[in-house]
């Protein structure tokens, strides 16, 4: 009898977790689109948006392929084609399946026919690299160089292009789009409608697929709210196919299990437990969509759009965040590259990984000012103090290019002053966008240093 | 019921918190009445009276743990202060200015001026560093009690708030946090100010993580001298006094009795904290007098020893009724300077 009893309680505990954990996934949400008569019962769809998130992470491979210089030009071309396309036919060469994580697809094409990156890069200026360019045009000229390059790595100018290229386009791309197209001109109620097909003979709405769109920038997999950060973290990584495997078929869908660099990120920073980014965003996409699903095909009312905006505000903020966070972080790594190369001297390896985190610093600040916002003087200052480059061996750095476009470097810096402008970036990022997970934090370092100076003693009177 | 239960929850660990920090700061080896430090004063007193003043070993106890003094009224008021004052702590000390606010805002003022960069000292070897900024951390820590001291004695406003810490007519460890809430939180500030700047100056100048304060066992150099020689008998009835040369250098026990002493003559003297160097310097420096002479307190009229209520309230109606006088002067001249 008692036996019984618990197994109709567990029973019934398993179908109440089941019932709330559904509401937590993206998808699959019904058909709702007025007149269709198809056989299709999902509306949800964002290959497109997965798609460019392998191109970013393909060509953050490709970056250090080169061999100094002899295969530029087949290097160059390669990253053009999964830049500018036509990606179909291409390989998808990161992520990649490997042993204990096996991934569904193979090729782009798999996931979309007609994506590329180009078409959907920023196109606004991009004051933080040399050559007064537009985004996409720096995109081409980081390509170019890192083509030129020995695996990526150029030391003389201290750039690290994988990085560049791999943290600039997950905000020139990603982050832009989901923020600044998606969830903002979309969002408004004669663009894209919700009583009308997103295109001609598709199965979902105009909002729905925005929606799923700016969803599929994200780059979270649709089980995102039932993973821990240190789970999804592990997914990028592909160290975890239990999580990752959602439906237990053996494989990881890219389309909905895998988690990619903006998610990714969100996860790191939230492994801190001081923020919760991923699941904040997560949490803001899954309202946004049912409140477009239980539209049932009608037009948005205006309080639905303002409730959706809501939601794409809320994913903005988070977002931004994740971003100012990584600028945070790698200000940090750069400023204790340079201690440890004062401490033991500039060695190969040292430099290095100092190049790596410079790129990771200035791909995310450049990630950062392509979102919808105008950042005015936080980004003019941010850029001023990261420079166009960093302080490199001989103490010079790069200060633009000459009329052939090579980088010219005709000041210097101590390692000293350019710490000091690691610090002064962590007070900017902190001060301007609130970070709270702050990794790598110099200021805090300071504040700790102070507060151990026995603090509790000072307010002892005579 | 659950609200219930939360609330009970809540009430429980605010008392559990104070519960832990009524005995905190006899446990904490930082603060001046950690029993260990108390242990070493006993010592040194019982060892004080037999040696100097001639008395037996247990003629020698009994007067230093006199129950007339540590259970006169003027003493339990003390212990009563001490129980208040330490809820009052933890309802502001959220409140209160962080010093690494402080460091943080000197460190980045620091960074705009051109004469010296950053990092401009970190070369030099940390043994160098470290004692120099030991020394710096003291000589400003103590200077800067001595002027905060000064004027809580010569500025009516602050007078009002340590007449409380002087109205004790005996004087035990204890005595110490016989202080007015307002007393700490302008004593606080002080530390975080002054501390502040010269952890960021020297942040600025030698790095973040390239200098630390010389411990001993973990306290302040200073600190830990300062407590194993005898410090909690500067609140006693133990008149250790030193020689005049090494009264002009360190505030012996007995001068500090003086400064709490009831006379005329006595006012306005012996500020310091550790060093005497700031009151020879500034004029307030007065040689202990020592014979059981000496008696604690202030008059009737200024302050009560023992009233609880008056001793938190008084301060703030002494203060507006200098306010109201202040008014009241001022447009009196007012009228007189400005006649039809």
């Known amino acids: 009898m008692i036996s019984h009893r618990l197994t109709a309680s567990a029973l019934a505990i398993c179908v109440s977790a089941t019932a709330l954990t559904a509401h937590h996934f993206y998808g699959p949400y019904p058909v709702t689109l007025k007149g269709y008569s198809g056989d299709k019962t999902n509306s949800v769809s964002y290959g497109g948006q997965i798609a460019r998130q392998t191109m970013e992470q393909s060509l953050k491979k490709l970056a250090s392929t080169g061999n100094g210089g002899g295969n530029a030009a087949d290097v160059e071309a390669q990253m053009m084609q999964y830049f500018s396309g036509p990606t179909k036919d291409l390989a998808i060469l990161s992520p990649t399946s490997k042993d204990g994580f096996k991934i569904k697809q193979t090729t782009i094409g798999e996931l979309s026919s007609s994506a590329n990156l180009e078409g959907k890069f920023y196109k606004g200026l991009m004051p933080a690299w040399p050559g007064n360019h537009t985004g996409v045009d720096v995109m081409k000229d980081m390509i170019s160089r890192a083509a030129k390059s020995n695996k990526g790595f150029d030391a003389e100018n201290g750039y690290d292009y994988a990085q560049l290229i791999s943290k600039f386009t997950m905000g020139a791309v990603q982050y832009s789009q989901a923020v600044d197209n998606y969830l903002d001109e979309k969002m408004t109620a004669d663009v894209k409608p919700n009583d009308a097909p997103y295109k001609e003979g598709k199965h979902y709405t105009g909002k729905e697929h925005s929606w799923d769109e700016g969803f599929g920038y994200f780059g979270a997999p649709a089980h995102a709210l039932a993973l821990t950060p240190a789970a999804a973290y592990d997914i990028a990584k592909r160290k975890d196919m239990a999580s990752a495997d959602r439906n237990g078929d053996g494989v990881v869908d890219l389309k909905s299990e895998m988690v990619f660099g903006p998610a990714y990120y969100a996860a790191a920073f939230d492994k801190s437990g001081n923020t919760n980014y991923l699941a904040s965003i997560m949490q803001a996409y899954i309202d946004g969509r049912k409140v477009i699903s239980g539209a049932q095909g009608e037009k948005l009312s205006a309080t639905e759009l303002a409730v959706i905006k809501g939601h794409a505000g809320t994913i903005e903020e988070n977002w931004e965040k994740v971003l100012a966070e990584a600028v945070f972080k790698y200000a940090g790594s750069v400023y204790k590259d340079i201690a440890a190369m004062k401490e033991s001297g500039v060695d190969d390896k040292s430099y290095r990984k100092y190049v790596k985190h410079w790129g990771e610093l200035a791909g995310f600040s450049m990630a950062i000012q392509s979102g919808r916002k105008n950042l005015g003087a936080a980004a003019v200052e941010m850029n001023k103090l990261i420079g166009f480059g960093p302080v490199t061996t001989d103490n010079s750095y790069v200060t633009g290019v000459d009329g052939n476009g090579n980088f010219v470097r005709d000041r210097k810096m101590t390692w000293s002053d350019y710490q000091l402008n690691m610090l002064k970036i962590q007070k900017l990022v902190s001060d301007s966008f609130g970070v709270k997970s702050r990794a790598n934090d110099m200021l805090d370092e300071l504040a700790k240093m102070s507060a151990s100076a026995d603090a509790d003693t000072n307010a002892e009177t005579d | ?340």
């Open chain 2, 1 to 340: 019921m659950e609200d219930l239960i939360r609330i009970l929850a809540t009430f429980g660990s605010y008392i559990e918190t104070y519960l832990t920090s009524l005995s905190a700061d006899f446990l904490n080896h930082k603060k001046r009445i950690f029993v260990g430090y108390l242990a070493i004063s006993v010592v040194m007193a019982v060892v004080f009276l037999c040696a100097w003043r001639g008395l037996g070993l247990h003629g020698a106890v009994g007067k230093v743990f006199d129950k007339d003094i540590f259970w006169s009224k003027s003493a339990k008021a003390d212990y009563f202060i001490y129980a208040i004052n330490r809820i009052i702590s933890i309802l502001i000390s959220p409140y209160l200015i962080a010093q690494g606010a402080v460091t943080t805002f000197l460190f980045f003022q620091l960074s705009k001026q051109n004469v010296v960069g950053f990092l401009f000292l970190d070369h030099w070897p940390s043994v160098l560093i470290i004692t120099i900024y030991t020394l710096t951390y003291f000589i400003m820590d103590d200077l800067s009690k001595y002027f905060v001291h000064r004027c809580m004695h010569r500025w009516q406003f602050l007078w009002a708030f340590h007449k409380v810490h002087h109205s004790a007519e005996t004087m035990t460890p204890i005595t110490v946090y016989r202080v007015h809430p307002i007393e700490s939180i302008i004593y606080g500030l002080r530390g975080s100010i002054v501390i502040g700047a010269v952890i960021g100056i020297f942040a600025y100048c030698f790095g973040i993580d390239n200098f630390s304060l010389a411990t001993l066992l973990g306290v302040n150099l200073f600190s830990f001298i300062f407590n194993i020689a005898g410090a909690n008998l500067r609140h006693s009835h133990i008149e250790i006094a030193y020689w005049p040369w090494l009264e002009k250098i360190f505030i012996s026990p007995a001068q500090h009795q003086l400064h709490h002493s009831i006379e005329n003559k006595h006012f306005n003297k012996n500020y310091g904290a550790m060093l005497a160097i700031w009151d020879w310097l500034f004029g307030s420096l007065h040689f202990s007098e020592t014979g059981g002479s000496i008696r604690f307190g202030l008059r009737p009229h200024e302050a009560s020893a023992t009233n609880i209520i008056s001793i938190y309230l008084k301060p703030f109606i002494e203060i507006s009724n200098i306010l109201k006088y202040v008014y009241t002067t001022l447009l009196k001249l007012l009228k007189l300077d400005f006649p039809r």
